[in-house]
């Protein structure tokens, strides 16, 4: 599992544990639940603002700041559980959305949750450049109801994104949005050739990323930063830990039976294993080795949960390096690497059939868009060093005396394979690919990089090959866009598709915007992937899941090596009623767990 910024998948170094007393977790015997603080894992920057459009702050959303509701993590991507919002409605044309918040939502400071709170935080993330969700306006209606109005070109994920976002307060943030922001956002986002718009647009754009500017470098009072709308108030942070207390002016407060939590620092994967096998916390979610799963399990209180999750993980290539731009270079690969073997060592509980197919989706999605005939047509890159050997003659490969393939042009083959630190399942993949590729006469480095390295070099180009998380979920669009999307220079704004090559302006997969298809022809798989949103026949989203499934696994821009999983522990020494029997509840949850279980009645003291 890579979602290594959220809680549930990080924690803090067991050495800051063993000095910080019983507000640790289960660190005294005299404890009860009702002096046990809950204890989790988050990611912890004590020195930045404590502003959420500061690109350094993280605070995990369901714990202080709500969204306007809980996403359920299946194919239908409008399926919600209520929050900020009671209800809402989608305009039979798509272009509008109303919301009605709830009437009894208020900040910890005692001001009510209206309507400006929405209207502010939206306009701040257009502001800011974080996602302006081709929005053109906001109406208020009433202090709880809100109307969205976004551009007239087709979106189907438009109700999705919008009750996904976390509200943030006026109070805190509207002083930076002058009074025309929404004109200024909607001026700027004219595509036409009018030049007089064209110039109004940009003056625009300037004028909004001014105002972004200054809102991103705003450092609020620890009072003001401190806000909350949802079941807990920060009380402090320190760079081992975040300490937080049950805020009683939340809504649903009765439901929330945890009067204090603490939440660690993420420092790497070996201090979560620490935590986990030492029974530090009471819910930690990692992807991990099947020797600390063990180990983790005997510790009094744990109980381990693994479910499927839609996605998948593996090797990424950067096509603009040679010789990954040669496609039975890649193609060989695939039959180089045993991803039966590396699926089971990555993510030992993923079943044998999860072998990843080389499609571009989650093998849970995939099944829900392809006919099992159509699956049939698939190359599934079985292990076969033969047929790799025979695929890499073809293009002018071939042998030294050594036994280690040399290219073309009569250079030796090498590679470095790039990893990202703390990944467990990756890393122990990693090491089983490159000695894999090592004895197939391709002498490997495996190159284990510093998360925020790896992230900042793979997102510039620099990296050839590289592991790569495929998180799109169980829709085909987002998916599909992970890989053809903004990493490969496509973006859309009003329903206008734009392709970059530019490494500087994010491209670092670099297909070709043309790819010629065996069996399909030639495709866009930029526009093929944004038709996926633009369509509410679902035959034709089937139809083009299944072009860009031939196409990505005739091309193969990635090699999966697994399946993920959603796994980890609870701890039920102090605390009950985890949702680890329901996999709906968990796997919506776990990019949130363990707070949005809380708020949907979860999580019981067992005093």
């Known amino acids: 599992m890579k979602k290594v910024t959220v809680i549930g998948l990080v924690t803090c170094a067991f050495t800051v544990l063993t000095g910080c007393g019983n507000s640790n977790g289960q660190t005294s015997a005299n404890q009860t639940s009702s002096s046990h603080p809950f204890t989790t894992i988050t990611t912890i920057n004590p020195g930045a603002p404590m502003n959420k459009y500061n690109g350094s702050y993280y605070e995990p959303a369901g714990m202080v700041l709500m969204p306007l509701a809980w996403t359920k993590n299946t194919s239908d991507v409008n399926a919600f559980w209520p929050s900020l919002a009671t209800k809402w409605s989608l305009s039979r044309d798509g272009r509008s959305l109303t919301v009605w918040l709830r009437t009894d939502a208020k900040w910890s400071n005692g001001k009510p949750v209206t309507a400006e709170d929405v209207k502010t935080t939206f306009a701040a993330l257009a502001a800011t450049g974080q996602d302006s969700y081709e929005l053109q306006a906001i109406k208020i209606v009433n202090p709880h109801e809100v109307i969205f109005k976004r551009d ?62 200054k809102l991103q470098a705003y450092n609020p009072s620890t009072k003001l930063g401190r806000i909350s709308d949802g079941p807990f108030v920060v009380t402090g942070v320190n760079t081992g830990q975040e300490t937080a207390t049950k805020n009683p002016l939340y809504w649903d407060a009765n439901k929330i039976k945890v009067q204090n939590a603490v939440l660690y620092n993420y420092t790497g994967g070996p201090n979560t294993f620490a935590l986990m096998t030492s029974g530090k916390t009471d819910e930690a979610t990692s992807g991990m080795p099947l020797n600390v799963e063990k180990a983790a399990s005997r510790t009094p209180g744990n ?76 190359n599934p890159y079985n292990y076969n060093p033969k047929k790799a050997t025979s695929l890499l003659e073809s293009v002018g490969f071939k042998k030294g005396s050594n036994g280690q393939w040399l290219l073309p042009n009569g250079q030796p083959w090498k590679i470095t394979l790039y990893d990202c630190a703390g990944d467990a399942d990756w890393n122990v993949g990693g090491s089983y690919i490159a000695n894999a590729l090592t004895s197939f006469g391709i002498p490997t480095i495996h190159d284990v990089v510093n998360a925020t390295a790896w992230a900042h070099n793979q997102a510039l180009g620099d990296y050839p090959i590289s592991f790569y998380w495929d998180n799109g979920g169980p829709n085909g669009y987002l998916g599909y866009s992970s890989i053809y999307g903004a990493a490969d220079g496509y973006s859309q704004v009003n329903g206008t598709l734009k392709h970059t090559s530019s490494v500087q302006q994010g491209n670092y997969i670099q297909t070709p915007v043309t790819l010629n298809v065996k069996g399909v022809g030639k495709i866009n798989p930029g526009e093929l992937t944004l038709q996926l949103v633009q369509t509410s026949d679902k035959n034709k989203v089937k139809e083009d899941v299944y072009k860009l499934a031939r196409a990505f696994n005739q091309t193969v821009p990635m ?46 003291s067992k005093s």
């Not at 956002?185 to 109004?200: D, F, H, M, V, W």
């Not at 039966?340 to 059939?353: H, N």
């Not at 090596?561 to 709906?584: A, I, K, Q, R, W």
Request: negative net charge; without cysteine.
């Open 152 to 213: 007239p070109a087709p979106f189907n994920l438009f109700e999705n994104q919008i009750l996904q976002q976390v509200i943030t307060p006026a109070q805190v943030y509207g002083e930076f949005l002058p009074s025309d922001t929404w004109t200024l956002i909607a001026e700027s986002q004219y595509l036409g050739a009018n030049q007089k718009l064209q110039t109004l647009a940009t003056q625009a754009s300037k004028k909004l990323t001014a105002i972004g500017a």
């Open 303 to 378: 109980q381990f949960f693994a479910i499927p999750e839609y996605s998948f993980s593996g090797l990424l290539f950067n096509e603009k390096s040679y010789p990954y731009n040669i496609v039975q270079v890649r193609q060989a690969l695939a039959y180089v690497i045993n991803r039966q073997f590396t699926s089971k060592i990555e993510m030992p509980y993923t079943p044998s059939k999860d072998i990843p197919m080389v499609t571009g989706l989650g093998n849970g999605v995939l099944q829900s868009y392809l006919s099992a005939s159509q699956l049939k047509q698939l």
């Open 559 to 604: 090699i999966p090596t697994e399946d993920e999983m959603v796994n980890g522990f609870v701890n039920d020494l102090y605390y009950t009623d985890y949702p680890t029997n329901d996999s709906l509840v968990l796997d919506s949850q776990y990019y949130f767990a363990p707070f949005e279980w809380m708020d949907l009645g979860y999580v019981h």
